[in-house]
């Protein structure tokens, strides 16, 4: 079998992060976001406001309340506006990836309450198509919707593009809203917590939703180049895999994620010892947590290793968490900090001492990012810093 090393060999151009965006319920724009991550504050609380007939028992979620929509427009098309303001114009050639498991979700909720609606923005390419018209891109669309790995999945496809030399530049948009239906459906799978989701803990009980979205362009280093863009970061690994255990339930040996990890690593030329930072998945639901310990133990040991949830902060947020956690991910590296998982109290079994309540100063260079989903689905991404 090919050396980590031997199988980075395969890239063929080296994949930078030039521009990143995120939008939460912690606020508009990455520096909000990173500010009420590293102050150990939650904007999962009671929500109100729902009218469609879905509603379930348990309704705390990390809404953004001030999000728009019309007869003509979802909601999400507000949520993609505004992560899309302080990001900087794209060459107009450039590839798009969405990402969004349910796009426009809150116009079926409407309809079903017999409003005329526009039904095209329940399509998930709407997304692709609103996004393409706003940054004035002309480049092959693909929308990924692969549960809630959807966002590192985009990202690790954008990146392949670059490193293969498919492409010179990807925009990836990923962006999810939180729904009278959707908290339904979660609540009907007993998923959900009743109080914010405590990552790691061992009195989780459950995730909590969120809406948010990201933005993210990858370029090959000549194409930064010729159009002056910051070298941000790098996109170095990415893996996917499919554990074909059950519908809704991970594997409980991880064997998908691990195999998803190793993929990545393989993808950057790095080994185990060479990660000592992990932006985890960390729903708060039993299952999940135990899973990727047990996952970073098959391929970490029981060395020392940063592993960190930012969903105790701004829920889970579905299509769009991968994409929000890159975001993260890079603003983890450039200021050499990890930040608190918030909701974690009392280490839950397996966990150790590699989650925090408090943050940490760190000089790591890489950053992994996972993320699992329904149906068995696993993604890894390694993130470089810039220098």
């Not at 990001?87 to 079926?108: E, H, M």
């Not at 692969?146 to 990807?170: E, R």
């Not at 900090?337 to 397996?350: E, K, L, R, S």
Request: charged fraction near 20%; glycine fraction near 10%; aromatic fraction near 4%.
């Amino acid at each position: 079998m090919a050396s980590n090393r031997q199988q980075a060999q395969l890239k063929r151009q080296a994949v930078w992060i030039t521009d990143a965006a995120c939008t939460t319920a912690l606020g508009d724009s990455r520096q909000s976001t990173w500010d009420g991550l590293i102050n150990n504050r939650s904007a999962i609380r009671p929500v109100n406001g729902f009218s469609a007939p879905f509603s379930g028992k348990l309704r705390v979620a990390a809404r953004i309340d001030d999000l728009t929509s019309s007869r003509r427009h979802s909601r999400v098309f507000s949520l993609i506006d505004r992560v899309l303001a302080p990001f900087s114009a794209v060459p107009p050639a450039s590839r798009l990836i969405t990402a969004t498991t349910k796009a426009g979700i809150d116009f079926f909720e409407r309809r079903r309450l017999g409003e005329t609606i526009d039904s095209e923005d329940l399509l998930l390419a709407s997304i692709a198509h609103h996004v393409s018209r706003r940054l004035d891109i002309s480049g092959p669309m693909l929308n990924i919707s692969a549960a809630c790995a959807s966002g590192t999945l985009a990202v690790g496809k954008a990146a392949a593009l670059i490193a293969t030399g498919l492409a010179d530049s990807v925009v990836v948009i990923c962006a999810d809203l939180v729904t009278d239906f959707v908290l339904s459906g979660f609540s009907a799978l007993k998923a959900l917590s009743p109080g914010p989701c405590r990552p790691f803990d061992r009195h989780r009980q459950g995730l909590s939703l969120g809406e948010g979205a990201a933005a993210v362009t990858l370029m090959s280093g000549e194409c930064a180049r010729r159009h002056g863009r910051p070298l941000l970061g790098r996109i170095l690994g990415w893996g996917a895999s499919n554990d074909a255990t059950h519908m809704t339930a991970p594997d409980r040996n991880g064997k998908g994620l691990i195999q998803a990890i190793h993929q990545a690593l393989g993808v950057a030329g790095l080994s185990p010892d060479d990660i000592h930072a992990v932006n985890a998945h960390g729903t708060g639901t039993i299952y999940n947590d135990q899973m990727e310990m047990i996952a970073f133990d098959a391929v970490f040991g029981q060395r020392p290793l940063n592993v960190f949830s930012i969903k105790g902060a701004i829920g889970h947020t579905l299509g769009a968490a991968g994409g929000i956690e890159t975001v993260i991910g890079l603003e983890s590296l450039r200021r050499k900090m990890i930040p608190p998982t918030t909701g974690f109290q009392v280490a839950a079994q397996g966990v150790g001492d590699r989650v925090s309540m408090s943050a940490k100063p760190s000089e790591s260079r890489y950053m992994l990012s996972t993320n699992s989903g329904f149906g068995g689905v696993n993604g890894a991404l390694v993130i470089g810093a810039a220098a």
